[in-house]
Structure formats: C-alpha cells, structure tokens
C-alpha cells in the first residue's frame, strides 16, 4: 500500500511530462495524432529523437528547479517570515492527493504557490551569497592592517 501512495504521489507531482506525453507528443510511434506537422514527425520517437529528449529534460527540469527554489525559500529562514499558510496549503494538498483522484491537473492551483516561494527563495539565496562576499571582503581587510 505504503509503495501505491509513492508512485502515485511521484506520478502526481511529476505533472510536466506525463500530460505533454499523453495530449501533446504520445507515447510512442503507435499513436496516432490528429494531423501530422513538421514537429510531429521529429517527435514522433521518443528513443531517436533529439528534440524529444531535450523536451523532456526541459519539461522535467523546470519543476526540480521550481522545487528546490521553493525548498531553499522555505529552510532559509528570516526574522518575519509570513509564509507558513503557503506550506500549510502545500501540505494539505499533498495529503488530500494521497486519497483524491491522481490526475496531474489538479495540482495547477499550487503553481503560484510555488512561484512565491521560489521567487523567496531566490530572494535569500541572493542575500546569503551578499553577505557571504561581504564577509570575504571584510575578513581580507582585516589582514591588511
């Protein structure tokens, strides 16, 4: 039971290349798209194709980065640190998805959740890497006199 939820859970919020598989790209040659184009074609096959590949590195990179952007804005902590109801509705949804419906879509409200907190995150990592040279460059000062 305990391996269901994670697949699923890892299904769920690996959202960016299960949907553009299924609706944009199909799963292999088999599929049959509503009309053939130029991309279809170079698309087509996910083993041979260039383009396929680096679309889905893309498509999945874009949410590990997103995420660890989030992840970062929620462990570096400030002084007067407002966003713990965000975490509160991440949280909330990732248990309401263990027993709700799997579909990839419904976790779409939570995007501009993550896009604050990756935005925060980018924010203090900013800050952190300021202070860390501003650190560097008092601490070579200081050997000078």
């Known amino acids: 039971m305990l391996a ?4 699923k859970e890892y299904w769920l919020w690996t959202e960016g290349t299960y949907q ?3 609706y944009a ?4 040659q088999e599929d049959a798209y509503y009309y053939e184009t130029p991309i279809t074609l170079k698309v087509s096959n996910p083993e041979t194709s260039k383009i396929r590949k680096a679309l889905d590195y893309i498509m999945k990179g874009q949410y590990l980065v997103l995420t660890i ?3 970062i804005g929620l462990v570096i ?3 007067n640190d407002k966003k713990d109801l965000l975490l509160y509705f991440i949280i909330g949804l990732f248990c309401f998805y263990l027993i709700w419906e799997i579909k990839s879509r419904y976790i ?4 501009p959740v993550f896009l604050i907190l990756a935005t925060n995150g980018i924010s203090k990592l900013e800050n952190k890497i300021i202070e860390y040279k501003e650190k560097r460059k008092g601490e070579r000062n200081i050997g000078k006199i």
Do not use: P, T
């Open 4 to 7: 269901l939820l994670a697949k």
């Open 20 to 22: 553009v598989q299924r």
């Open 25 to 28: 790209f199909g799963a292999g």
């Open 69 to 71: 952007l989030s992840l």
């Open 77 to 79: 902590k400030d002084k």
């Open 108 to 111: 779409y409200c939570l995007y």
